[in-house]
């Protein structure tokens, strides 16, 4: 069975993937499954440059199929920021999600709502010839100023997706993967990844 390689360490971008990639017919694995450890420095100026720096380095290194993505926040009323910085926007060392959250939320505190927001993926897939496919992905929503539920990770709990009333973090992993950022990149990517399948 050909192998996929998700190119992330990240748990929850890890779950929301496999679910969105079960039963494509291939067999899905994660660097740790390869001992595979890079640091690939995401200092590009788009989601599409960092993407493409993940996707050619896993590449590389392991010879396989490869799928990477960078994504964001962008909040209106801060000028889109934190957008690329997204997971590196609080500025304590070490920051968890729960601290990026708080950051976020005192750079809010006093601009008028609604703090009108979206969350932005890029997917790259790349072949190990490096050859490289990119599809995007958009959901918008609004920042709330207090966390509501369990689920998701990153900015979820406080991201409110207006069209269901719940936060990101409140919908179930299938809900989650029929209008989240990332699904809509991965989904647009599926006939190009079904394409290279049916070239191995």
């Known amino acids: 069975m050909t192998k996929i390689l998700l190119a992330t360490g990240n748990p929850g971008k890890i779950r929301e993937m496999m679910a969105l990639l079960l039963g494509f017919g291939a067999e899905i ?3 740790g499954d390869l001992n595979l450890v890079l640091h690939v420095e995401e200092g590009g100026n788009t989601y599409t440059e960092n993407a493409a720096r993940k996707v050619l380095a896993y590449a590389s290194a392991s010879d396989l199929l490869t799928l990477a993505d960078d994504s964001g926040l962008e909040v209106e009323a801060l000028g889109g920021a934190p957008g690329l910085y997204s997971a590196r926007y609080a500025p ?3 920051a968890t999600d729960a601290d990026r959250r708080v950051y976020l939320l005192d750079q809010l505190r006093g601009l008028s ?6 969350f932005h993926c890029t997917v790259a897939l790349a072949t190990p010839d490096k050859e490289i496919n990119f599809a995007e992905g958009t959901c918008h929503g609004e920042i709330i100023p207090e966390e509501r539920g ?3 990770f990153g900015y979820d709990p406080i991201f409110l997706v207006k069209s269901l009333g719940k936060t990101m973090a409140e919908l179930s992993m299938d809900e989650k993967n029929q209008i989240s950022h990332r699904s809509k990149a991965v989904r647009s990517i599926i006939p190009i990844l079904q394409s290279y399948l ?3």
């Open 150 to 152: 369990e689920g998701g």
């Open 198 to 200: 049916l070239l191995t």
């Open 113 to 118: 709502r609604p703090w009108i927001a979206r």
């Open 29 to 31: 694995i994660i660097p």
């Open 92 to 94: 304590k060392p070490g």
